[in-house]
């Protein structure tokens, strides 16, 4: 109804914003814009104070960027150094000379006996069934010898090798083979007392097998290579079954 004073409708309904008038049936936003007018006065002064700021800020304040990863130098080098330990002196003993004089030996029970020939003089070691070293006399840790052993492995002469091979690289240290063949296996090694050491194995098949049934080995120092080659051959070419 028209307000009494004003002669004009006032709309005046509960839950409607007051300050909504309606002048001849359309809506007054006097009151509305005083508002919109403040709030653009406020949002303008934090624009130019920004702005401001912004302005006046120095390099350091400037925000940090991200780039690519960038190479660091490398505190410590990309592959491990192997450092060569240096071996220790051997041992103060006479080398071994070839052309050795020889005496025949045989081991092992028939029919799995075998003949075979050995340095004169040099003293025998039972290492176990079927296994025995001889030595020089008066022989030392870290000198020469060798060693003889009946196989019954049910395995050629080139898997006896293959075995030996992991066996010993298992057992022992800096293992390098310095030579090989389908029956035999040259090799150096770095001994508990840090010495390099020579060792070479040979396997032998009964005539007609294939599997290997006698073994023997040489080993020594660096300046027994000579006899030791000899001694090699001589034992390999002596090697007989026995009944």
């Known amino acids: 109804m ?7 409708f ?12 309606a002048v001849n049936g359309v809506f ?10 403040g709030l653009f006065l406020v949002l303008l002064l934090l624009g130019l104070g920004a702005g401001y700021a912004w302005a006046s800020s120095t390099p350091d304040d400037e925000p940090r960027r991200f780039t690519g ?6 505190s410590s080098p990309s592959f491990p150094v192997v450092v060569e330990v240096p071996y220790a002196d051997d041992v103060d003993f006479p080398a071994l000379q070839p052309d050795l004089d020889y005496v025949r030996n045989t081991i092992g029970d028939k029919p799995f006996g075998y003949a075979y020939r050995r340095p004169k003089g040099w003293i025998p070691s039972g290492i176990g ?25 049910r395995l050629t002469p080139e898997e006896m090798k293959d075995q030996k091979l992991d066996a010993l690289e298992l057992a022992e240290d800096d293992v390098k083979v310095v030579g090989e063949f389908a029956d035999t296996l040259a090799i150096t090694y770095r001994s508990d007392e840090n010495r390099l ?7 032998f098949t009964d005539p007609g097998g294939g599997f290997a049934t006698f073994e023997t080995s040489v080993y020594g120092r660096e300046r027994d290579l000579d006899g030791l080659t000899d001694l090699l051959d001589q034992v390999s070419a002596s090697v007989r079954k026995v009944g």
């Open 28 to 37: 007054s936003l006097v009151t509305v814009n005083r508002r919109v007018i």
């Open 69 to 74: 990863a960038e190479p660091v130098p490398a």
């Open 10 to 21: 006032k709309y005046d309904r509960p839950g409607q914003h007051p300050d909504l008038i």
């Open 197 to 203: 050491r020579y060792n070479t194995f040979r396997w």
């Open 129 to 153: 069934a079927g296994e025995v070293t001889f030595s020089p006399p008066d022989s030392v840790v870290g000198d020469y010898g060798m060693r003889v052993k009946v196989v019954n492995a």
């Open 2 to 8: 028209p307000d009494p004073r004003t002669g004009v």
